[in-house]
């Protein structure tokens, strides 16, 4: 075995889960559940502990600690002249990047990852369309890794739109429940206006610097003599934060992650702890280098930040279902990234985000159970005296009840309405 064999080939950290999502998406209908749960719950593993390896590996490099795997030149445009006159050599790879800050991504994506995916076993197990649901969730695990690894921007780009691609899917995964496949679109079409000014923001790097490496971004601005507050700087800065909002759901873009909370609970938890939402916090912070060159940038990126952290809260006060007073909650914690990144406080803004990853998804996990001890009910109105009925079931029921397999023994007197929507759908 190679010494750093995991920093050679951390390529297949995303290629695992791939792998698993094309074979439930191709060969699942025939599989039995124990064979999905086996190899999608498996694959996001096993990428935890190839991660887990190859940054033990990175922190025992001497001095500076980033590694990249190129495989092969994926886009080799050619000579062009830079906006400035330059002579540049375009070329986009197909490469990983890991640093200190993917390091973080990829541990955060992985094991939160892989957590939610054990959870759902029990959450999803009375459902139809088991392997459905696992192929897309490993899909989202692949598009999100992608992201996170990518060494420039035209690859994180393929990953930014799998991640809106899979979240479409898992929103509207209830298809036959109309609000569902509203939502499903809702969140695809909003976040279409995002990704529009990032992919101008991508053509205007590629124009301005004559790069989109992550690596080269210091060389390209010292190169290009480019001042602090240049016009050019700015509007990069401001169109890539535009595709931000629309991803991580910052005022005006906010909208569709409210109505996200359709699709099934481990859907929300992953969207909004460890994968989807996270995204343009990590896309401002890799490209921190052009929104230091903007000081009217990072200024509207805080101040976006701080009133979508104040209003997001306001709302979710006066909530009443328990997933959109936890999605409300997202929406203002993510300001509070923002505001951190706006200010020059990258690092702690990455810090919240991966703290945040952690209690999100048990706060979303949790009130998973409650809603299947509730036989799908999410008005909070009607949850009063949990504590009290929960603490006089056997040991049993309480088991049952946490991976949501058993309907909770005093849930009738709680209720007035309905069971779970997708219990009818079969696919």
């Known amino acids: 075995m190679e010494t750093n064999f995991f920093l050679e080939n951390i390529w297949l950290i995303p290629l695992f889960p791939l792998a698993s999502a094309a074979i439930m998406l191709l060969l699942g209908r025939r599989l039995p559940k124990a064979a999905v749960s086996f190899l999608c719950v498996g694959s996001v593993f096993v990428s935890f502990a190839f ?25 080799p445009a050619g000579a062009f002249h830079t906006t400035n006159g330059l002579l540049a050599n375009f070329t986009a790879e197909l490469g990983f990047l890991l640093d200190p800050l993917s390091a973080v991504m990829i541990l955060v994506v992985t094991g939160v990852g892989f957590l939610i995916h054990v959870y759902s076993i029990g959450y999803m197990g009375h459902e139809g369309g088991y392997y459905r649901f696992f192929g897309y969730m490993n899909l989202f695990m692949f598009s999100m890794l992608t992201l996170v690894m990518a060494n420039n921007m035209l690859l994180m780009f393929v990953g930014w739109e799998g991640v809106g691609l899979c979240s479409y899917l898992l929103i509207g995964f209830y298809f036959l429940k109309k609000s569902a496949a509203d939502a499903g679109k809702k969140a695809f079409i909003v976040n279409r206006v995002g990704d529009t000014g990032f992919l101008l923001g991508i053509f205007l790097t590629a124009a301005t610097l004559g790069t989109i490496k992550f690596s080269e971004f210091g060389a390209a601005i010292s190169a290009g003599r480019f001042e602090i507050g240049a016009p050019v700087m700015t509007a990069i800065a401001l169109l890539l934060f535009v595709g931000a909002t629309g991803k991580s759901a910052q005022i005006p873009l906010y909208v569709w992650l409210p109505d996200a909370m359709e699709g099934p609970t481990p859907v929300s938890a992953l969207i909004h702890a460890a994968t989807m939402v996270t995204a343009g916090v ?34 979710g006060l006066v909530q009443n279902d328990i997933k959109r007073v936890l999605a409300y909650s997202t929406i203002s914690q993510l300001g509070y990234m923002f505001l951190a990144c706006g200010v020059g406080a990258f690092a702690a803004g990455i810090f919240h985000l991966m703290t945040h990853a952690f209690f999100k998804a048990l706060l979303f996990l949790g009130s998973g159970s409650v809603i299947h001890a509730l036989s799908g009910e999410q008005d909070m109105r009607k949850m009063g005296g949990l504590w009290t009925n929960e603490n006089s079931d056997d040991g049993e029921d309480h088991a049952s009840r946490h991976v949501g397999h058993r309907r909770h023994p005093s849930a009738g007197r709680f209720l007035q309405q309905g069971r779970n929507p997708g219990e009818d759908i079969r696919a």
């Open 51 to 75: 991660s887990a390896g190859a940054v033990w590996q990175l922190t025992q490099l001497a001095g500076e600690r980033v590694h990249q795997v190129v495989l092969y030149d994926w886009v």
């Open 282 to 315: 990590y896309m401002v912070t890799r490209t921190n280098l052009i929104f230091r060159f903007s000081p009217t940038a990072m200024e509207v990126v805080a101040v976006i930040g701080a009133i979508t952290a104040i209003f997001a809260a306001s709302m």
